[in-house]
T-cell receptor, first 115, second 114 residues
Framework: EAQVTQNPRYLITVTGKKLTVTCSQN?????MSWYRQDPGLGLRQIYY???????DKGDVPEGYKVSRKEKRNFPLILESPSPNQTSLYFC??????????????FGPGTRLTVL | AQSVAQPEDQVNVAEGNPLTVKCTYS??????LFWYVQYPNRGLQFLLK??????LVKGSYGFEAEFNKSQTSFHLKKPSALVSDSALYFC????????????FGPGTRLSVLP
């Protein structure tokens, strides 16, 4: 089954404790992206990647890191989480044809709470 | 800079009636436009997109959207709403002349009343 998986689905942590949220897709997609969803703000793009070793900042990259060492994986790293990073996080992937108009497939989400 | 507005936080419609969920956008170049739907406790699902060509785009589950360049709008429509259409709807834009990032609107919650 074609899918985007995220782990963990739920995470409660404390301020300053480094964490990683994993994202994996099995559709051989070039483009991958991380979003956070907050009430009233919709989805905001954190980082995206157009292929292996190619990443770029979205609208809200502060406090986050990403890497793209393999095509299928795109982990999101919070080196020192803070309470304002409490949010619902989504990973997404799509084909990338050079035009950038392909629809994205979204993972189920990771609900992160930072105390 | 790109931006998307969804002027209504909530839209209520009776089952069987037509529905419209509004979206307006701002880009410096030409847009790619998308609609996604989010059901409770689920990720987003793609509904439809506008790339170029015909201004009326048809998508999944009987939804359609009309691209209006002069009004910079991309409203989502369905002729006859179902209770099962109740969900959170997001409009998104990518400026084809600027980067590879996407901007989503704040979302509109659609409630279809039986």
């Amino acid at each position: 089954e074609a899918q985007v998986t995220q782990n963990p689905r739920y995470l409660i942590t404390v301020t300053g404790k480094k964490l990683t949220v994993t994202c994996s897709q099995n559709m051989n997609h070039e483009y991958m992206s991380w979003y956070r969803q907050d009430p009233g703000l919709g989805l905001r793009q954190i980082y995206y990647s157009m292929n292996v070793e190619v990443t770029d900042k979205g609208d809200v990259p502060e406090g986050y890191k990403v890497s793209r060492k393999e095509k299928r994986n795109f982990p999101l790293i919070l080196e020192s989480p803070s309470p304002n990073q409490t949010s619902l996080y989504f990973c997404a992937s799509s084909l990338y044809s050079g035009q950038g108009y392909n629809e994205q497939f979204f993972g189920p989400g990771t609900r992160l709470t930072v105390l | 800079a790109q931006s998307v507005a969804q002027p209504e936080d909530q839209v209520n419609v009776a089952e069987g009636n037509p529905l419209t969920v509004k979206c307006t956008y701002s880009v410096s170049g030409n847009p790619y436009l998308f609609w996604y739907v989010q059901y409770p406790n689920r990720g987003l699902q793609f509904l439809l997109k506008y790339i170029t060509g015909d201004n009326l785009v048809k998508g999944s589950y009987g939804f359609e959207a009309e691209f209006n360049k002069s009004q910079t709008s991309f409203h989502l429509k369905k002729p006859s709403a179902l209770v099962s259409d109740s969900a959170l709807y997001f409009c998104a834009v990518r400026d084809r002349n600027y980067g590879q990032n996407f901007v989503f609107g704040p979302g509109t919650r659609l409630s279809v009343l039986p």
